[in-house]
């Protein structure tokens, strides 16, 4: 156990929906990773938030949006489902940026 | 932007024995992790080694920053190795993966 928590772990909806996911860090961790895992395009960084501020920014979508709040956790908002959203969703939080990151066990996204 | 490139892209080895999973990267970094993804999805931190050798029980790691490669070394493999093996680099948080080394190992 990594102690990353993500929730929910799996998730079924259709295209043009929303959905939100959910992960809390571990404890004392201030930076807070969102990666997305599908089988076109592997693992890709999607935003970096350290300390309630956004750090960096990759590969992600103008329809998906993230924030980190004052007790750390982050969500991920994911809008305008397509298909090509269906992944693995993973969280990940370390101290600082040059350290470990603990992955949390992911939320699967399935769009229909 | 980094590219990374692991080898070989899938291994079989026997339990018991050893292997060396190689990660190339292109550019100058100042963070380099090894993850292990195994069958049930879940990314397991195996080395922080931006540079240096590390050990861990049966694995080990060794990264040439200047030579912009890190190894991975896993000795008498077991049936629980079996995964898939990702490097990962970058110059700040945000990490740039591998498409990974698929390891299977046989009882």
């Known amino acids: 156990d990594s102690g990353v928590t993500q929730t929910p772990k799996h998730l079924i909806t259709a295209t043009g929906q929303r959905v939100t996911l959910r992960c809390s860090p571990r404890s004392g961790d201030l930076s807070v990773y969102w990666y997305q895992q599908s089988l076109d395009q592997g693992l890709q960084f999607l935003i970096q938030?350290?300390?309630?501020?956004?750090?960096a920014k990759g590969n992600i979508l103008e329809r998906f949006s993230a924030q980190q709040f004052p007790d750390l956790h982050s969500e991920l908002n994911l809008s305008s489902l397509e298909l090509g959203d269906s992944a693995l969703y993973f969280c990940?939080?370390?101290?600082?940026?040059?350290?470990?990151?603990?992955f949390g066990p992911g939320t699967r996204l399935l769009v229909l | 932007g980094i590219q990374v490139e692991q080898s070989p892209p899938d291994l079989i080895l026997q339990e018991g024995a050893n292997s060396t999973l190689r990660c190339n990267f292109s550019d100058s970094v100042n963070n380099l992790q090894w993850f292990h993804q195994n069958p049930w999805g879940q990314l397991i931190n195996l080395f922080y080694i931006p540079s240096g050798t590390k050990q861990n029980g049966r694995l080990s790691a060794t990264t040439v920053a200047t030579e912009r490669y890190s190894l991975l070394y896993i000795s008498s493999s077991q049936t629980t190795d079996s995964g898939v093996y990702f490097c990962?680099?970058?110059?700040?948080?945000?990490?740039?993966f591998g498409k990974g080394t698929k390891l299977s190992v046989k009882p």
């Open positions: 990962a680099v970058g110059s700040q948080g945000n990490l740039i």
């Open positions: 990940a939080s370390s101290v600082r940026a040059l350290e470990t990151q603990y």
């Open positions: 938030y350290y300390n309630g501020e956004e750090r």
